[in-house]
């Protein structure tokens, strides 16, 4: 029995094991053919026609667009979601830590379609004339270029950037809380005891204990932005000739909202071209999440 | 000649009075410049009181406090910015869902609805989302149970480093990859076709590393005294973990189940490269294409037909509804838990 109880857990583990790797290996079979027939090269070629005769895809613009949204999401929703994360683990009143905790983990928890569908019904319309005012004043910052004349604002990156904002905002907001809430009360005390404002203490005695935690909880949220797909494919209206400019109202694509909105049309090198994309996104996001996990690994065994 | 003791502090009340100053400068502004809207006007507003707070404490208490009040004031605004999309989705999605969430809504299919039909429902998704999360949950639960009794309890070589490796690879996966990998490996690799189980799969492959994390956590924390007691009683080691270990991390491991369960039932990128969506009811979640919950959502949403944006937020505000019911009996399960877990 001893020895059966034991085989059986182990024969589980090991099937954990063995589904992952024959999932990847079947995952790189069916992209392989859909590669060789392309006639354009898979890492440069900015547009999407697999099933087109001959057949052209490659994912350059695609990753582009990945990346942009996800960092732009990053740049709106770290601030906040630090300042949150200090709130509940410095300044809150005890009483307010547990219901603030539930509340950031119930914004995790809305379903992403509802965030699209949200952020096309209710944000859009009503993001129009600050994406027409960043368009008209703020052309200089990087990536917020239009052409005059070109349609601004809309379904644009941007508007898909601020969705995914939101949607990353609790992820980084409660693991930061969760480093934050590690720093010994003792250090802040011993700040504060030298005469340090609170502010003080935080820079002193909080910030440099946990800044490898936050930087992974920043690079977890990144893995999410990444992957995200339905918000996405919904709030953003695809263009045929990706761009990055944020601001453009046909903008640019994701990887994984090209998966969604290309699969139902798509024929056998179709999808055999959106499991290549697919692959892609896997190891953009493994990268990432390994990264954060070790960050995150290195610091609590140093803790 | 005085001595002060005491740095000079603004008094009690200035916070409220510039408060006062920066509303009356906010009503200023925008009756002198183009109207901005509420939330510009909001913005403006509390621009303004950090600004003349932090000057004014500048002033008179000096840089260092001017700074502290002014980390303040952006911190409570950081936490206005965090809530206030929460409010905004649950609440629009209650305006928009709640009148068509009717009795009528829940127990209809979309069978036999043309594009210019207003009626129609959500039941066949109801149901494809029950036997999708179901099947996950059969899945996913004595498998991860099993594989965090093996890494915890038995785990020491090779093998439990790698599936530890594994398990945290896979909480990284994005629900569409998980989707994909689940099209290529059952759906065109084994020929299965489209069906709920195909989505049943990807859904447990995004609840088991939730589900073994958690079960991992919960079973270290319990204490080795429980086990050793157990042993000293001349009781075997399996039946110590069934009967002993297990029981006593039971809730927490419930909570980390329930709160796997609450995210997969919302997603909706894996159903749709798995049961790809189907208009009538379909019972046998084995063969055939299925609807779900999320994939009905993102449907209608995208869909042009009429009426259909109205089903969306209807099924939209179901769905919350489902997932927050999940969530709450989740945290409720928390608070019976006796080893002070955290997740």
């Known amino acids: 029995m001893e020895a059966a109880f034991r085989g059986g857990t182990a024969a589980s583990a090991t099937l954990v094991f063995v589904v992952i790797v024959a999932i990847a290996a079947f995952l790189v079979h069916k992209a392989v053919p859909a590669l060789d027939g392309n006639s354009a090269s898979f890492l440069t070629e900015r547009q999407w026609l697999p099933d087109r005769e001959p057949s052209r895809f490659g994912i350059a613009a695609l990753v582009a667009g990945t990346i942009v949204t996800s960092v732009a999401a990053l740049v709106l929703a770290v601030p906040v979601a630090l300042g949150v994360a200090l709130f509940v683990s410095e300044y809150a009143p005890p009483r307010l830590k547990a219901p603030l905790g539930y509340v950031t983990d119930l914004l995790a928890a809305v379903p992403s379609v509802v965030y699209g569908l949200w952020g096309v019904f209710f944000l859009v319309p009503r993001m129009q004339k600050l994406q027409e005012f960043l368009a008209a004043h703020l052309s200089w910052v990087p990536f917020f270029r239009v052409t005059p004349g070109e349609p601004v604002g809309g379904r644009s990156l941007f508007a898909a950037s601020v969705v995914l904002a939101i949607m990353v905002l609790p992820i980084v907001a409660a693991i930061s809380r969760e480093v934050f809430v590690q720093v010994p009360q003792s250090h802040r005390e011993a700040a504060l005891a030298l005469g340090a404002t609170k502010l003080e203490a935080i820079r002193i005695a909080v910030l440099p204990a946990s800044r490898p935690g936050v930087v992974s909880a920043i690079m977890l949220g990144l893995g999410r932005a990444l992957g995200e797909t339905i918000a996405v494919a919904l709030v953003l209206s695809a263009a045929f000739t990706p761009s990055l400019r944020l601001l453009r109202a046909e903008g640019g694509n994701t990887i994984a909202a090209n998966i969604a909105t290309k699969f139902g049309e798509a024929g056998v090198p179709g999808r055999g071209a959106l499991i290549a994309s697919g692959l892609v996104l896997f190891a953009i996001t493994l990268v990432v999440n390994v990264v954060a996990r070790a960050i995150l690994f290195r610091n609590r065994r140093a803790a | ?343």
């Open chain 2, 1 to 343: 000649m005085t001595v002060r003791l005491a740095a000079p502090t603004l008094p009690r009340w200035a916070p409220v009075a510039l408060g006062g100053a920066a509303a009356a400068l906010t009503a200023l502004l925008v009756a002198l410049t183009p109207a901005q809207g509420r939330a510009g006007t909001l913005v403006v507003f509390l621009a303004g009181y950090a600004a003349v707070l932090t000057v004014a404490s500048y002033a008179v208490e000096g840089r260092r406090r001017a700074a502290d009040r002014l980390a303040r004031v952006l911190i409570a605004g950081a936490v206005g910015a965090a809530l206030t999309p929460l409010v905004l989705v649950l609440g629009y999605t209650v305006a928009r869902g709640a009148k068509g969430l009717t009795g009528y809504f829940l127990y209809h299919s979309m069978r036999g609805i043309g594009p210019l039909d207003t009626h129609g429902g959500i039941y066949h998704s109801l149901l494809g989302t029950l036997e999708q999360v179901g099947l996950a949950i059969a899945l996913a639960v004595p498998l991860g149970l099993l594989t965090a009794v093996y890494i915890t309890e038995f785990g020491r070589g090779r093998l439990a480093a790698a599936v530890r490796f594994v398990v945290d690879v896979m909480t990284g996966i994005p629900s569409i990859v998980s989707g994909l990998f689940v099209l290529a490996f059952w759906v065109i690799g084994l020929g299965q076709g489209f069906s709920g189980f195909a989505a049943s799969i990807s859904l447990a492959i995004l609840m088991l590393p939730v589900v073994v994390r958690s079960a991992e956590e919960m079973i270290r924390l319990v204490p080795d005294s429980l086990r050793e007691a157990s042993y000293a009683l001349g009781v075997p080691r399996w039946k110590t973990v069934t009967s002993v270990v297990l029981p006593t991390a039971s809730a927490g491991i419930t909570t980390g189940v329930m709160l796997a369960v609450a995210r997969v039932t919302g997603e909706t990128a894996p159903l749709l490269l798995t049961a790809f969506g189907f208009d009538s009811i379909r019972r046998n979640p084995f063969k055939g294409p299925q609807s779900g919950l999320p994939l009905y959502v993102f449907d209608q949403a995208t869909s042009s037909a009429r009426g259909a944006v109205d089903r969306a937020w209807a099924a939209a505000l179901a769905l919350i509804l489902v997932v927050v019911l999940l969530y709450v009996a989740a945290r409720l399960v928390t608070r019976r838990n006796r080893l002070g877990g955290t997740s």
